[in-house]
């Protein structure tokens, strides 16, 4: 079975570029989630959809960033413009709507902004 | 609010040895707890959960962990490390019966396996 598939695996560009990172959930999952990781702060909820609506989006750092889920397969979180700090590993894990069914989790992005 | 604990940050361990990793957690009532191992490169893949009964669970990989509720711990444990076991480790918690629920990870331990 296909896992969660997340484009591209690296990014490098410009600060004030914009940036979009692609999340394709596992087929049949209800849960989508995006996570950051960097050295400082660890693994970092963002924002997690249920039934391709966002439920909380209290980890969204700023305004720059924004994501969205049009349909149940597929998911983008954009930031703009980015800026040396958004710099990290960005997760994509999407996960069944079953009380705490694990998360299955995408090989990341890896965002580096200049 | 909840909190994970991940005392150590990195640990080495040496091929055919034995393995604990820490994990204590911050919460009103047990939680949900797991744990993800990470290898260089990757996303996060589960080795175990706990949700209820046995305190002692097995996951993947040859590896079990332990629920203490008197310590507030879960610590992970394998009796013989193997060189592909180096990566890093994610002790997480979920609070129960709440729907569903978000992960709160700890910051991680990196394991070396040294030969």
């Known amino acids: 079975d296909a896992g969660v598939i997340q484009s591209p695996r690296h990014e490098v560009t410009e600060m004030g570029q914009e940036v979009t990172l692609r999340c394709k959930p596992i087929?049949?999952?209800?849960?989508l989630f995006w996570y950051r990781q960097t050295m400082m702060r660890g693994l970092e909820l963002l924002i997690y959809?249920?039934?391709?609506?966002?439920?909380?989006d209290s980890g969204m750092p700023e305004d720059r960033f924004s994501a969205k889920m049009p349909n149940a397969s597929f998911s983008t979180l954009k930031i703009q413009p980015s800026e040396p700090r958004d710099s990290a590993v960005y997760f994509c894990?999407?996960?069944?709507?079953?009380?705490?069914?694990?998360?299955?989790f995408g090989d990341g992005t890896r965002l580096s902004i200049l | 609010a909840q909190s994970v604990t991940q005392p150590d940050i990195h640990i080495t361990v040496s091929e055919g040895a034995s393995l604990e990793l820490r994990c204590n957690y911050s919460?009103?009532?047990?939680?949900?707890l797991f744990w993800y191992v990470q290898s260089p490169g990757q996303g996060l893949q589960l080795l175990l959960k706990y949700f209820s009964g046995d305190t002692l669970v097995q996951g993947i990989k040859g590896f079990e962990a332990e629920f203490k509720r008197s310590q507030s711990s879960f610590n992970l444990r394998k009796p013989s490390v193997h060189w592909s076991d180096a990566a890093e480790y994610f002790c997480?918690?979920?609070?129960?019966?709440?729907?569903?629920?978000?992960?709160?990870f700890g910051k991680g331990t990196m394991l070396l396996v040294s030969p």
């Open positions: 087929s049949g999952h209800d849960y």
């Open positions: 997480a918690v979920a609070p129960m019966n709440s729907g569903y629920s978000t992960l709160t």
């Open positions: 959809f249920n039934n391709n609506v966002p439920i909380d």
């Open positions: 919460y009103g009532a047990t939680p949900y």
């Open positions: 894990a999407s996960s069944l709507a079953i009380d705490n069914q694990p998360q299955h």
